[in-house]
Structures are given as structure tokens and as C-alpha cells.
């Protein structure tokens, strides 16, 4: 039996056709156990009848009126961020087609929550019936906010929501926020770093996010990541490429980049043109990598065999967000009309 990762995507719920994954009644359903959308205790009558409404129908007609009257300001806008993703996953063939689409478009109209738990589930989807806990926390990054730190030699990824939560609760969860709020000494936050030792837990922590990721060169993490990144390639832009961390790039003829992020991409387009880039920027980019097509055919013709290289840095205050919607707009693939570099 293929191993069970990351629950709360609805996986066994979405249907799965050969031409991707496609929403399903129950897939939506699960959505209205969010927090964001689940009435709290004191839940005005038309939103518990907004509610009642959707969970009886996952598809239901939602007049503009009824939203209107949705008592609470943020859950009134909730409900309109989820009604628009909703009708927006039905319309579509496949989850594929609507994350595709999304980026296609002038702007994104979709709240980053629902772009992330898009990437998530294509995601879950391109890892399906692997058993590699490398593989599965670093897909962790295609849709989850990193910290990252460099300790003894080694740049480590932290999940960042984990972090700021056990740094408001110490990991003892209300109690540990009054003990903050007394000024009480709370421990350090440390995290476990994926290890061979520790790799069977992953599955074990379903979604604790309790990991951090070794994205040193030439340590499984960053192969890992690059593995994911091809996988993603091939599901969404459909070209095969294979994909492998560098220490730096040494390429008199560098012909194309991509950042993977905003940073990212402002540091090697510097590069690029040839400025000069100040040392504490270096420091920021985290990782480097290589990507060929397989099928030379597959990249724009002005390609030829060269190479592709990518680069994923984090910000100053050291968070890092990848954006795997960079491979898509930015890769110089033969069918994407005209790509941009970086």
C-alpha cells in the first residue's frame, strides 16, 4: 500500500483522470471545516444559513444578496475568497488547468490561500506512492513559507509558521502563550533536521511541519527538492528535464535563468548583466541548480541544448516562499509563447 502524506489536501477525495486531479463534491466539503469558514459559537443566523447551505450542497447557488448578509466583516470575505476558488475548481477540467490558468491571466484573483492549497494538492499528487520522507519535506516548500538559518556549515530550511508558533508557545500550546505573556523563560525552539535516523517519523508527523530541511549542495535535501522540481515540470508544463544543485554557475555561454523567487531573481539578473553583487546578497541565495530538457525540442529554439539555471534565495529577515508558478511563466519552452527570462 502506497504511503499516506499530508491528510488535510482531501487526496483520496479529488478525482484522479489521466488528465489530472478534478474537484469533487467532498474534495470542496472539506474545505468548510477550515476555521476561516466554520461558523464559531456566536455566529450570526445568515451566515449558520450561508453555511447549512453550502454544506448541504457543495455546489449550491450563493446569491449576492445572501452573502451580503453575512453578519462578521472577515468571515463575509472568507466566504467570498472560498466562493470564487469554488466556482473557479468546477468550471475547470482539472486542478492543473485552473492553477495553469491562474498565471496566465493579467493578475491572480485567487487569495494565496487557495493558490497554495492548489499547489499542495498537485503536489501530493506528482509524490504519490513514494516513500521518501527527502521528497516528501521538500515538496513541503512548493506551498509552505521557510525560515532559514546556516548552522556549522549547513543551510537548513524550517517550516516558518511552525517556528513562530513555538516561539509564541514554547510547543505547550495555550499554556505556553500565558507563560509568554508573564515574561516567563520559555526553551529555545529547535527543530529536528531530516535525518536517516529520524526519517521514519516523517509520516508518523503528518503535517506537524516539525522538520527542517539540510538544503546544503550535494546533501539529500537539495536533491530532493530538485527531484520535486522536475516532477512539477512535467506535470505542468509537460517537458521532460532533469535537474541537479550547483555550487555556483560557471557558464561562459549562461544563456537563461529563473529565480524561484523574488530575490532570487533580482540577484541573478544582476549576475546576469555582469554588476557587481554585494557579498551580504550572495549570502541570501540558498541554492542553485541546473536544468536540461531532456528533448531539446522542448525548449524554444533559440535554446538549443543549453542549459537552464535556477535559483532560490531567501529575503533578508531570512524567509524564503518559492514559487514553483516561476517555472511555469519563465522556463523558455517551445509552446509557451513568449517566454521571459528570469
Same mark, same amino acid.
Given at each position: 500500500m502506497a504511503q499516506a502524506f499530508w491528510a488535510s489536501t482531501g487526496f483520496e477525495l479529488l478525482g484522479h483522470?489521466?488528465?489530472?486531479? !478534478?474537484?469533487?463534491?467532498?474534495?470542496?466539503a472539506g474545505f468548510l471545516?477550515?476555521?476561516?469558514? +466554520?461558523?464559531? %459559537?456566536?455566529?450570526g443566523a445568515h451566515e449558520l444559513a450561508l453555511y447549512a447551505? !453550502?454544506? $448541504?450542497?457543495?455546489?449550491?447557488?450563493?446569491?449576492?444578496a445572501m452573502l451580503a448578509? !453575512?453578519? &462578521?466583516?472577515? %468571515?463575509?470575505?472568507?466566504?467570498?475568497?472560498?466562493?470564487?476558488?469554488?466556482?473557479?475548481?468546477? %468550471?475547470?477540467?482539472?486542478l492543473e488547468e485552473v492553477y495553469r490558468g491562474l498565471f496566465?491571466?493579467? $493578475? !491572480?484573483?485567487?487569495?494565496?490561500?487557495?493558490?497554495? $492549497?492548489?499547489?499542495?494538492?498537485?503536489t501530493r499528487d506528482v509524490l504519490d506512492g513514494t516513500e521518501d520522507p527527502w521528497l516528501c519535506r521538500a515538496g513541503e516548500m512548493l506551498f509552505r513559507r521557510q525560515r532559514v538559518s546556516t548552522e556549522g556549515g549547513q543551510v537548513l530550511a524550517a517550516d516558518a509558521m511552525t517556528l513562530e508558533a513555538f516561539a509564541e508557545t514554547g510547543g505547550f500550546g495555550a499554556v505556553g502563550?500565558?507563560?509568554? +505573556? /508573564?515574561?516567563?523563560?520559555?526553551?529555545?525552539?529547535?527543530?529536528?533536521?531530516?535525518?536517516?535516523?529520524?526519517?521514519?517519523?516523517?509520516?508518523?508527523?503528518?503535517?506537524?511541519?516539525?522538520?527542517?530541511?539540510?538544503l546544503t549542495p550535494g546533501r539529500e535535501g537539495a536533491g530532493a527538492l530538485a527531484r520535486v522540481l522536475a516532477g512539477w515540470v512535467r506535470r505542468l508544463a509537460g517537458a521532460e528535464v532533469t535537474i541537479e544543485p550547483v555550487e555556483r554557475i560557471e557558464d561562459d555561454r549562461w544563456r537563461w535563468h529563473v529565480g524561484l523567487d523574488v530575490d532570487a531573481t533580482s540577484i541573478l539578473n544582476a549576475l546576469y548583466r555582469g554588476e557587481s553583487v554585494a557579498a551580504a546578497e550572495l549570502e541570501r541565495m540558498v541554492l542553485?541548480?541546473?536544468?536540461?530538457?531532456? &528533448?531539446?525540442?522542448? $525548449?524554444?529554439?533559440?535554446?538549443?541544448?543549453?542549459?537552464?539555471?535556477?535559483?532560490?534565495?531567501?529575503?533578508?529577515?531570512?524567509?524564503? +516562499?518559492?514559487?514553483?508558478?516561476?517555472?511555469?511563466?519563465?522556463?523558455?519552452?517551445?509552446?509557451?509563447?513568449?517566454? /521571459?527570462?528570469?
Open positions: 483522470e489521466r488528465e489530472g486531479l !478534478v474537484a469533487t463534491d467532498a474534495w470542496l471545516e477550515r476555521s476561516e469558514l +466554520k461558523p464559531p %459559537a456566536d455566529a447551505l !453550502v454544506a $448541504a450542497n457543495a455546489r449550491a447557488s450563493v446569491a449576492p448578509a !453575512v453578519e &462578521d466583516g472577515d %468571515a463575509r470575505q472568507n466566504w467570498r475568497e472560498f466562493l470564487r476558488f469554488r466556482d473557479r475548481v468546477v %468550471a475547470a477540467p482539472t496566465a491571466a493579467d $493578475a !491572480v484573483d485567487l487569495s494565496p490561500t487557495f493558490v497554495d $492549497a492548489l499547489a499542495q494538492a498537485i502563550r500565558l507563560l509568554r +505573556k /508573564q515574561s516567563t523563560a520559555m526553551p529555545e525552539v529547535k527543530m529536528d533536521v531530516l535525518n536517516h535516523e529520524n526519517a521514519p517519523f516523517y509520516f508518523l508527523r503528518d503535517e506537524l511541519y516539525s522538520f527542517a530541511l539540510d542553485l541548480f541546473r536544468l536540461e530538457f531532456r &528533448d531539446p525540442r522542448d $525548449a524554444a529554439p533559440e535554446m538549443g541544448a543549453r542549459p537552464v539555471y535556477l535559483g532560490l534565495a531567501c529575503r533578508p529577515d531570512r524567509t524564503l +516562499k518559492l514559487k514553483p508558478q516561476n517555472l511555469l511563466l519563465n522556463l523558455p519552452l517551445r509552446n509557451s509563447g513568449e517566454a /521571459q527570462r528570469g
